[in-house]
C-alpha cells in the first residue's frame, strides 16, 4: 500500500510561481513511475507531467510544456512538480499519482496510488 500526501499549493496571480510537493510511503518509491495530473471545475482530470522511477524521463503535456518541470527526489520519496509562468487556465486541483510496475503513461486509468489533491488557484 503507498499513501501520497500533496503539499505547496495556493494562491497566486497571473506569472508567479508554486512548487508543489508529493510525499510518499512505502519502501519502493524508486520503482513505481510518478504524474501529476489536474482537474478545473467542470473539467475531467487531465494529464499534465510524469517521471520515470529513475528520474531520468520525463513527459509533459503541451500545455505546460517549458513552464512546469518534474523532478523527484527518491531519497525522500517526493516528487515535486515546479510550476512558473503561471497562467489563470492553471487553476485546478492537482493530484499525484504512482503507477506500479515498468513503463508510465498519461492515462490517469492506470495509475494505482491516488493522493487528496491541493488547490492551485492562480487570478488574472
Known amino acids: 500500500q503507498v499513501q501520497l500526501v500533496e503539499s505547496g499549493g495556493g494562491m497566486v496571480q497571473a506569472g508567479g510561481s508554486l512548487r508543489l510537493s508529493c510525499a510518499a510511503t512505502?519502501?519502493?518509491?524508486?520503482?513505481?513511475?510518478m504524474g501529476w495530473f489536474r482537474q478545473a471545475p467542470g473539467k475531467e482530470r487531465e494529464f499534465a507531467a510524469v517521471i520515470s522511477g529513475s528520474g531520468g524521463n520525463t513527459y509533459y503535456t503541451l500545455s505546460v510544456k517549458g513552464r512546469f518541470t518534474i523532478s523527484r527526489d527518491n531519497a525522500k520519496n517526493t516528487v515535486y512538480l515546479q510550476m512558473n509562468t503561471l497562467k489563470p487556465e492553471d487553476t485546478a486541483v492537482y493530484y499525484c499519482?504512482?503507477?506500479?510496475?515498468?513503463?508510465?503513461?498519461?492515462?490517469?486509468?492506470?495509475?494505482?496510488?491516488w493522493g487528496q489533491g491541493t488547490q492551485v488557484t492562480v487570478s488574472s
Open positions: 499519482a504512482a503507477k506500479v510496475g515498468t513503463g508510465w503513461s498519461t492515462n490517469d486509468r492506470i495509475y494505482d496510488y
Open positions: 512505502g519502501r519502493t518509491f524508486s520503482s513505481y513511475a
